[in-house]
Every structure is written in C-alpha cells, then in structure tokens.
C-alpha cells in the first residue's frame, strides 16, 4: 500500500517534467496526451494525500510520543528523514500545480480565492522543473529507504 503514494508522485513529477521531457523525446508527446485528462484527478489525489502526509507524520506526535515520526526519523536516519520530507512538500506542490485546474470548477463563482489560487499556480509553474526534478528524486530515495 505505502506504494501509491511515491507512485503517484513519481508519475506526476514526470507531468511536470514533460515539456523538457517532450523537447529531449518529440514522441512523448502523444504519451502525455493520454494523461493530460486525467491530470487534474491526480493532482487533487496529491494535494489531499501530502496534506495527510504532511499532518500525520510530520506535525501531530507519533505513538503517544512528545515528539513527531519526522523527529524520531529524523534521529536515526537523516538522509530518509529530508527524503521523506521533501518528498511530502513536492507531493503538495505538485498536487496543487496539477490538480488546481480541476478544484476551481469545484468553487462557485469568480470568487477573490479562485483569482489568488491562479496566481500562485501561475508563479509555481515556473518552478515545475526544479519541483518536478525533487519530486522524483525524493519519491525514488523514499521506495529505496522505506521498501519495508
């Protein structure tokens, strides 16, 4: 099950690579038009997942614990600690780069919200590379050191 969750990153790094993917390898082009529809389904997944992420393992305490999963992480293995870390903030980031288009049908009318939500997906779109780049790395090193 813990599968999924690097998966769907992995896949929505490689969306958000996909120009530099498309100008190295013209015949990717098709390949990413099969799942550009589904791109915003995917990015609501991340978005909602990595909130989860980000709540359960990094900020509530774990086990009845003082102290959070990313800090008793954080002790024993630094390297899969910022692993698993940027691991949760490129699974917001690209959740919310892929999947805005999709929760701004969700709001009704042309609220300031809706306006503001555009503008910082604009801004982040400009960093998809670098966020797509730590995105995929992270989520590989995540499978490498928690493959159970």
Known sequence: MYLIGPLAVILGSLIALSSFIIAK????????????????FLGVGLLFYGIWDLLHYVIFSWGGLDMSWFSL?????????FACLFYILSEIILGFILGFGLIATWIPGEG??????????????GFSLPIG????????????KWRG
């Open 25 to 40: 390898k013209p015949e990717a082009k098709e390949l990413f038009a099969k799942v550009a529809p589904y791109q915003g």
């Open 73 to 81: 992480v954080m002790k024993i293995d630094k390297l899969a600690a």
């Open 112 to 125: 300031t919200a809706e306006k503001k939500g555009l503008e910082i997906q604009k801004k982040l779109l």
């Open 133 to 144: 780049i730590i995105g995929l790395c992270s989520a590989v090193l995540f499978l490498i």
